[in-house]
């Protein structure tokens, strides 16, 4: 088996697709994006794949460490998630050619199903009491929220307060036992975090997202050493050398790496096991597209260290185009009481919609993300 061709389509609401044709009729799909630079992942896809045409797609491990490897300059997001989408791709591609789900190729599945969580508030979040009602209702046991808008090194304890009110509104809608995650985005400074993550712990948080930007992790264990509240991070980590450090020196308890953005399944894979070695949890950051939601699912299958699995549906910005778009049959991602069971179709356990895809990219998509400023007209951290 070759490759022979490959076609990306940039599709609303803001995600990038990759589809790669093999000589014997087969062909995978992936979904390399960054979002709000998927035009330059494009570019970066369009470079890795001049060495795959004509290859045998079945190379995984050996396709993954030419195209990581053989480039001096490597890692980062752009690079990262063009080498993620083709990953993704190359084993839907192993798993249509046995006939098989990608998690049976990786030894087996150890669960069935696995919880998800919803979105809920919005980039600046709003009536978060009614909407949690809302989707717990719907049968999700677990709801994420955006924590704050924009925050200064040292900021009012208006804005605190503001947070309380939030996360307070949202417990008292859905009572003692629904997770409740809040993340802080990278929108806030370590003194501000410290004070935010002790205010926040009466309410039991599931976790507390991204306290602090990565390039700033080693606040994290200062973080942790004054509240119990488990910290998540890794969304903007991008290998198993990105996170060495945090699980070295343990400071995180929940590791959040991104199949689009981390290398893939292949790497992932690899990064939840690191993290298993070190007793911290796993909840995949996928606020994607249904082939990466796929994709996060089969290792999800495989990692015993997994707990929780983010998705899309609904999500602010899934505007016009929403997570079960693209595939035709919708059902391989149903909701029930809180769980989604991991697909056991062959690849990635998805047929992607290819009609629609098409039609779809002739429109497109700039989705950018917001350029926020604070009072004093300086950027703030989105």
């Known amino acids: 088996m070759k490759i022979t061709n490959y076609e990306l389509f940039l599709v609303p609401p803001r995600w990038l697709f990759l589809k790669i044709d093999t000589d014997e009729g087969i062909s995978g799909w992936g979904e390399p994006v960054v979002e709000g630079r998927a035009k330059t992942v494009k570019a970066a896809v369009d470079e890795l794949m001049t060495y795959l045409i004509g290859k045998d797609p079945s190379r ?6 030419m195209l990581y490897r053989s480039g001096f300059y490597r890692g980062g997001p752009i690079l990262m998630s063009a080498l993620a989408g083709i990953d993704q791709v190359l084993w839907d591609i192993k798993g249509k050619f046995y006939n098989a789900p990608v998690h049976e190729l990786m030894g087996g599945a150890c669960r069935d199903s696995i919880k998800v969580y919803s979105w809920i508030g919005g980039d600046r979040p709003t009536d978060v009491g009614e909407a949690a009602k809302k989707v717990v209702e719907s049968g999700f046991t677990a709801v994420k929220m955006n924590g704050t808008e924009e925050l200064q090194y040292i900021d009012s304890f208006e804005k605190v307060e503001q947070l309380v009110s939030r996360v307070a509104a949202v417990r008292e809608a859905v009572g003692n036992h ?14 501000m975090a410290k004070v935010l993550v002790k205010e926040l712990e009466p309410f039991r948080p599931m976790f507390i997202e991204e306290p602090v930007l990565p390039e700033n992790n080693e606040a994290l264990k200062e973080i942790a050493s004054i509240s119990a509240v488990p910290i998540a991070t890794g969304e903007r980590m991008y290998s198993r050398w990105d996170f060495k450090k945090v699980l070295e020196n343990g400071y995180v308890d929940i590791i959040q790496p991104d ?13 939840l096991s690191m993290a298993e070695a070190y007793d911290v949890a796993a909840a995949p950051h996928c606020p994607l597209g249904p082939i990466a939601l796929a994709a996060c ?16 549906l609904g999500i602010h910005y899934n505007v016009k185009s929403d997570l079960l778009d693209y595939i035709t049959d919708p059902s391989v991602f149903n909701y029930e009481n809180g769980y989604v069971k991991i697909p056991q179709g062959p690849g990635l356990g998805i047929d992607i919609n290819e009609e629609l ?26």
């Open 297 to 312: 699912l089969q290792v999800d299958a495989t990692c015993h260290n997994a707990f929780i699995q983010e998705q899309s």
């Open 178 to 191: 629904i997770g409740i995650g809040v993340d802080f985005h990278g929108r806030v400074h370590k003194p």
């Open 259 to 271: 199949l689009s953005h981390a290398g893939g399944i292949t790497e992932s894979k690899k990064i």
């Open 357 to 382: 895809v098409r039609k779809l990219a002739e429109e497109g998509h700039d989705w950018k993300n917001p350029v926020w400023r604070h009072k004093d007209g300086s950027i703030a951290e989105w």
């Open 60 to 65: 995984i491990e050996d396709h993954w460490n």
